[in-house]
């Protein structure tokens, strides 16, 4: 059971937009900052988005990320059959004292 | 360019121990926290374990808390994860990572090595 509650799948149709949620609590999502990460099947998870909205040089604008409260967005535009990959939610537990993932979540483009 | 190379996974049998590494370059090591996060075949990232720059402080994840030690030789630009006690549990790719940001609670991993993969079987 992850700290960090994603859904397990999301799908949408090619050139469409998709969001996925993740849930956390006062002592990770809602005091530190989320980061975002795409990992493609048997390759290394890869940066997409930092402290909450942040795109890292040569992330398309196409990603973006939100915070509100104790749960965390990402959302995708303009979907590509090569977008689809897991996507993972990521921050500090000031409780736990310990780093954090979400379950990571499967896209779909249909 | 930033790479990071993990080195000294394989098959152990259960109750025994390893030692990972994880040759880092193009940045300055020294200044950077890193970690260690796994995946356990078709699971998701497990965070296992941190520690700063200096090695000043370090932070485990309470499934391998007294079993695994995280160090690192900034002269060698090497980080290592001590893995003793280990159970089939403990299968699986362990990815090395670089913290990047300003503090515990704003850090994010900005690199990641292409993992090494660990089997704890009889």
């Known amino acids: 059971q992850s700290v960090l509650t994603q859904p397990p799948s999301v799908s949408a149709a090619p050139g469409q937009k998709v969001t996925i949620s993740c849930s956390g609590s006062?002592?990770?999502?809602?005091?530190?900052?989320v980061s975002w990460y795409r990992q493609l099947p048997g390759t290394a998870p890869k940066l997409l988005i930092y402290?909450?909205?942040k795109r890292p040089s040569g992330i398309p604008d196409r990603f973006s990320g939100s915070k509100s409260g104790t749960s965390a967005t990402l959302g995708i535009t303009g979907l590509q059959t090569g977008d689809e990959a897991d996507y993972y939610c990521?921050?500090?537990?000031?409780?736990?004292?310990?780093?954090?993932f979400g379950g990571g979540t499967k896209l779909t483009v249909l | 360019e930033v790479q990071l190379l993990e080195s000294g996974g394989g098959l152990v049998q259960p109750g025994g121990s390893l030692r990972l590494s994880c040759a880092a370059s193009g940045f300055t090591f020294s200044t950077c926290a890193m970690s260690w996060v796994r995946q356990a075949p078709g699971k998701g990232l497990e965070w296992v374990s941190a520690l700063s720059g200096s090695s000043a402080t370090t932070y485990y994840a309470d499934s391998v808390k007294g079993r695994f030690t995280i160090s690192r030789d900034n002269s060698k630009n090497t980080l290592y994860l001590q893995m003793d006690s280990l159970g089939a549990e403990d299968t699986a790719v362990y990815y090395c990572?670089?913290?990047?940001?300003?503090?515990?609670?704003?850090?994010?991993?900005?690199?990641w090595g292409q993992g090494t993969l660990v089997t704890v079987s009889s």
């Open positions: 402290d909450n909205d």
């Open positions: 006062s002592s990770n999502i809602g005091n530190n900052h």
């Open positions: 990521g921050t500090w537990d000031s409780s736990l004292l310990a780093g954090v």
């Open positions: 990572a670089k913290y990047r940001g300003p503090r515990w609670g704003e850090l994010w991993h900005d690199y």
